[in-house]
Nanobody, 123 residues
Framework: QVQLAESGGGSVQAGGSLRLSCAHSGYSWGCMAWFRQAPGKEREGVAGIYTGAGTTFSADSVKGRFTISRDNAKNTLYLQMNGLKPEDTAMYYC??????????????????WGQGTQVTVSS
C-alpha cells in the first residue's frame, strides 16, 4: 500500500523560498513527481525524478528556480522552491507510480497521490 504525505507549504512573499517534503511508504522505485493545481486550473506537472537513478525533469515554468530531489534512505521526496512568484500559488501534490518514459507524465498516469500542501505567494 503506497502512502504519500506532503508538508512544508505556507505563505511567503515574492522572491522567497520554501522546501516541500513528501514522506512516502510502500514505494521503492520508479518515478515520483510534484504537481500543482491553482483554483480553476488543471493540475500541472512541476518536476519529476527517477527515484533510482536520480534523473530529474522540470517544467519550463520552474526551471532554474525549483529543484526536485530525493533521499531514499529517508523515503522522502523534496521540492526546493526559490524565487517564488505569485503565479506559483497553488496546492502542491506529490505523486508516484509511473515506471518509464518522462517522469513529467500527465497527472492521469500517476495512480498514487498525497493530500496536498498549500503554497501562497504574495506580491
Amino acid at each position: 500500500q503506497v502512502q504519500l504525505a506532503e508538508s512544508g507549504g505556507g505563505s511567503v512573499q515574492a522572491g522567497g523560498s520554501l522546501r516541500l517534503s513528501c514522506a512516502h511508504s510502500g514505494y521503492s522505485w520508479g518515478c515520483m513527481a510534484w504537481f500543482r493545481q491553482a483554483p480553476g486550473k488543471e493540475r500541472e506537472g512541476v518536476a519529476g525524478i527517477y527515484t533510482g537513478a536520480g534523473t530529474t525533469f522540470s517544467a519550463d515554468s520552474v526551471k532554474g528556480r525549483f529543484t526536485i530531489s530525493r533521499d531514499n534512505a529517508k523515503n522522502t521526496l523534496y521540492l526546493q522552491m526559490n524565487g517564488l512568484k505569485p503565479e506559483d500559488t497553488a496546492m502542491y501534490y506529490c505523486a508516484a507510480g509511473v515506471y518509464g518514459g518522462s517522469c513529467l507524465a500527465p497527472a492521469v498516469k500517476y495512480p498514487y497521490w498525497g493530500q496536498g500542501t498549500q503554497v501562497t505567494v504574495s506580491s
